[in-house]
Structures are given as C-alpha cells and as structure tokens.
C-alpha cells in the first residue's frame, strides 16, 4: 500500500523543506525506515502546524488558527510503500520505534472524475469540429462530397440537422429504406436520436449524403419473448448492399453508422448455442457484415454504454459488454472520449466478445451539438461518438474510395494514427487511442506519393 | 419469430425457398419476405427469412439452418 509518512526531522532541516528556494530529497530528511520502501521520487513537503489564537484548545481544528512554517513547529512528507501484508504491524511499530515518525496515512489513488449520463456537456460541436480538423480535411478536398452516408437508427430529421448546423443537407430520399411496418418519409421523422446521430456524422463531413434507415423504429410481431429487430437490421444492410453495388466499382464508398445493440443475454441465444447472436460469427446478421465489408463499406458500431465507471441501466451483460456486431472483426467499434480527451465513464471496455481487441478507437461525444433531446443536453453515448467518426471516415472516402482503400485497411490506418491515451500501445478503455485526422492526412499523402 | 437461413441459387424467390423447406404461409413472415445475406458462389446464395418457432425447429437441417436468435435491438444513448 502506497503511504505518506508524516516526520519531524531537525528544525534547520524543515526549515529548508519549506523553504522554496531549496531543493530537498527524501534521503535529506529521512534516513531508511524498517519496513518502508521510501520513493526517492518524491519532493519532500512541508506541513506547517495549525496554532490556535491566545486561549484556544491546542487539540482541535475547528476554531480560528494560524498555520505555521516555522522549523520547531512544522513536519514534513515524503512517500513510501509498505507491503500489505505487513501493514497493520508497521502501521503500529513505525512510530513507537522512529521517534521522528509524527503519523502514517493512505495514499490512495486518485483518478479525474469521469463525464457521466446526466453530466453537462463537456465543450459543443465546434469544439469537435476544431478537434477533428475539419478545415484541414476540406482544404485536402476530405469534406464527404459524394459520399453515401448511411444512419441505421430511429430515422432523421434533416430540417432540424440543418437548423442546428446552420447550412444545408443533402439527404438522398430514393437510396434510404423503411423496414417493413414503418411509414414515415426519409428526413422527416421526429427528432429524436437518429437526428442527433445525423446531425453527428456531418461534422466531419458536411457534403456526404445522408441515407435515412430507420430501422429502430421496427417493431415486428412475433410470437416469442426472442421476437425483436435484428432481422430487420439484415433487411438493412441487404438493401445497402443494392445501394453499395448500384456504385461504379472504382468510385464505391459507402459508410453506415450503428449507434445500436442488444443489451441483455435474455433476447439472445445462449452463447455455445448454434444460434446465438452475441459470441458467434455464423449468425446471419454478422454474416451480412462480413459480406457488406467484403464488399467496399465501412461499418462502424457504437462500443456501448455499458463501461463500468457508470454504466447505462439497461445493460445486463455481467462481463464483457461489447458483443454480437459491436465486436465484429471487420467493423470499427467506437469508444467515446469527451473534448477534454477522457474517456467518458459509461464507455463500454473490452475485451469484446467476438474480437477481443475492442473497442478499436474513440472519438467524441457528451458535446452540446443537435438539441435532439432539448437545448441542454449533450450529444451523449457512444451513440454520438461513432457518427462522429463515421463522418471522418466519410471525408476520407471523399478522396479514397474502396478501390484505392479498403475498408479493412482504412481501419488499419485510424488504428496505427490513432492518438495513444494509454501509453502501452492497445488498451481496452480507449482501443488504439482517439482518431486523429492529422496523422491520418500525413499518412495517406505518404500512401499517395508512394502509390505515385 | 426466428431466423433461418437457406441456400439457393441466385434470384431466389421466397415461395421457392418455403418449398425447400417445406413450409407453409402462416409459418412465414411474407411480409419480411426473403433476405439476401451473402453470395456464396457464382450459383449458390445464402438468403435469411423469419418463421414462426416451431416450424424453426422443423427444419430439415440438410435443407436449411438455424434457427438464430432474433434478439431487440435498441439506441446506445442518452445513457440513463
């Protein structure tokens, strides 16, 4: 266990701890303690003594006091580590065999608070847009012109997307598609969270045509508890597959973003079981993602919101909440950072359940940015984070369609530029780190001169 | 209702794929119809469709596979 020792060592010696202008060590104010692996890393620091006024009691804190700095009065910090199966005995025997020893206490590891559901935004879209870059992508020509854009959510309401955006938006009605027992037109659906995801993915690339599929809004009949929508989402990416082949073969770049999963075993197979959805590759709709992949589109999913710092209340996996296409091989999974580069707490960790390595990157979310949920809230979730990143990978297809640029190699390039928050490579609160469109624009100026 | 899959050859229709399987109309979501899930080959596809739990369990395995799980799915966001 990690301690701060508190001493009182010679008073010219605590003299000079608090004195600024000199510059103490651990060896110079303590000399070895039994049991006490002391860290010379540690600048000693003075603790001056609290003196209350005339008449006061000497043993508490809560009256008037005055602090002092004075070498016969003040102690002095430094740090250490007791092992924790010797920490009660030393705990007790420190100070009767060190006279120097005034106390011992924790050290306890402190961490920022991290963004929560329900928190404030954390900075507003035009902070995203800054950190994305997005001036630099245009200036590359990466502003998503052309380029299919599909939102596999609750549908869209472009009119409010480019209220809050404050320029048009260009919204294909013949390409999108309505599952079965969904009426509504493409682009005029209630706000709600398909907007937001909408109005998320054009930060980054605000020429991509926008492709409404709202397949959340599917509530099939059926006549067991398993009865859902997942069927539906491979209705989805079938027609996307028309929409991807209907493309020159040499032009193709579609990207489909998926803030969406299952968040209980309860609907699912039993993992192990032929026909589970959450762990097996064979199921039909993660098929159709390897197929759609195969093809020339970038899928990205949203991690989830189940990371264990403050986890969604709906989620019901005990362990490992990134599943089924989540944690596909041949989709981005994306984590959520706010704009202050933290992840946010409710961000799903890995391991994933069909790739371990998961969540791939993170981007940002927990920003004020559509008002799709009222003028205070945040874009929030990992369901804003991934169309987020959705919209980069848009600007870059503006110039690297599939046939320059797979999608498995695209996801190769965000994963090695990705700016690394851990320090040791790959890790499962933040993948391979934030998408970082500067690296991305280097490296693929690098690709181009070589291909060149 | 659950998934199945079946192979057949390209352009399929789903009256031809509930006569391989052998089932009938009230079996079958008609109005989901038949889903192109992947090409397997140049003459063979795998396509998906949803019927009822029984006829599922049904299914000659030579003739189809399945069944898959057809769990809810749901928006990742706002977290509550």
Redesign the interface.
């Known amino acids: 266990m990690r301690v701060l020792i508190q001493l009182r060592p010679s008073p010219d010696v605590v003299a000079a701890v608090a004195d600024p202008t000199v510059t103490m060590t651990t060896a110079d104010v303590s000399s070895p303690l039994p049991g006490v692996v002391l860290d010379p890393s540690f600048a000693p620091v003075a603790v001056p003594r609290p003196v209350p006024g005339a008449g006061g009691d000497p043993l508490s804190l809560h009256q008037p006091l005055t602090f002092s700095f004075a070498g016969d009065q003040a102690t002095v910090l430094v740090r250490g580590e007791i092992s924790d199966d010797e920490l009660s005995t030393r705990l007790t025997l420190l100070p009767t065999r060190r006279r120097e020893v005034v106390g011992v206490f924790a050290d306890p590891v402190i961490e920022p608070i991290l963004t929560c559901g329900g928190d404030a935004p954390v900075g507003d879209w035009r902070d995203v847009e800054r950190l994305l870059h997005v001036a630099e992508l245009a200036s590359e020509g990466m502003d998503g012109s052309g380029v299919a854009l599909a939102v596999l959510d609750t549908g869209i309401n472009a009119a409010h997307v480019a209220e809050h955006l404050g320029r048009d938006v260009i919204l294909d009605s013949g390409r999108s598609w309505n599952p079965g027992g969904v009426s509504g037109t493409a682009g005029r659906f209630k706000v709600d969270h398909g907007t937001m995801c909408a109005f998320d993915t054009l930060i980054a690339a605000p020429r991509a045509t926008l492709i409404d599929i709202p397949v959340l809004l599917s509530e099939r009949p059926g006549g067991s508890a398993l009865d859902g929508l997942l069927s539906d989402a491979v209705a989805a990416l079938a027609h996307l597959r028309t929409v991807l082949e209907d493309q020159p073969l040499e032009s193709r770049s579609l990207v489909i973003s998926n803030s969406w999963g299952s968040f209980s075993p309860r609907w699912d197979f039993p993992v192990g079981h032929t026909g589970n959805y959450s762990d097996s590759l064979a199921h039909p709709f993660n098929l159709i993602v390897s197929s759609l992949d195969q093809a020339g589109a970038d899928v990205l999913f949203a991690a989830g919101n189940c990371g264990r710092d403050c986890k969604d209340g709906r989620c019901a996996y005990p362990e490992r909440p990134i599943g089924g296409a989540n944690s596909h091989p041949s989709v981005l999974s994306v984590g959520g950072v706010d704009t202050l580069g933290r992840r946010v707490g409710y961000s799903s960790q890995g391991p994933g359940r069909l790739t371990a390595n998961k969540p791939d990157i993170c981007s940002y979310t927990h920003f004020s940015g559509s008002k799709a949920f009222g003028d205070g809230e945040p874009d929030s979730g990992t369901s804003a984070a991934c169309p987020v990143a959705a919209g980069l990978v848009a600007a870059i297809r503006t110039q690297w369609p599939s046939s320059r640029l797979s999608p498995a190699q695209l996801r190769t390039l965000l994963r090695r530029t990705a700016d690394d928050r851990s320090d040791v490579g790959f890790d499962y609160d933040y993948g391979y780190g934030i998408a970082d469109p500067l690296e991305m624009i280097d490296s693929l100026r690098r690709t181009a001169r070589r291909v060149a | 209702?659950?998934?199945v899959?079946v192979r057949l050859p390209p352009g399929a229709t789903l009256a031809q794929a509930m006569r391989h399987l052998g089932l009938s109309e009230k079996e079958v979501?008609t109005?989901?119809?038949l889903?192109?899930?992947?090409?397997v080959d140049p003459g063979q596809s795998?396509y998906?469709l949803?019927v009822?739990?029984a006829a599922a369990r049904r299914i000659d395995p030579a003739a189809g596979e399945?069944?898959?799980?057809?769990?809810?799915?749901?928006?990742?966001?706002?977290?509550?």
């Open positions: 209702m659950l998934l899959t979501d109005g989901y119809g889903v192109l899930i992947d090409r795998l998906g949803r009822s739990e399945g069944p898959y799980s057809d769990p809810r799915i749901e928006p990742y966001g706002p977290p509550s």
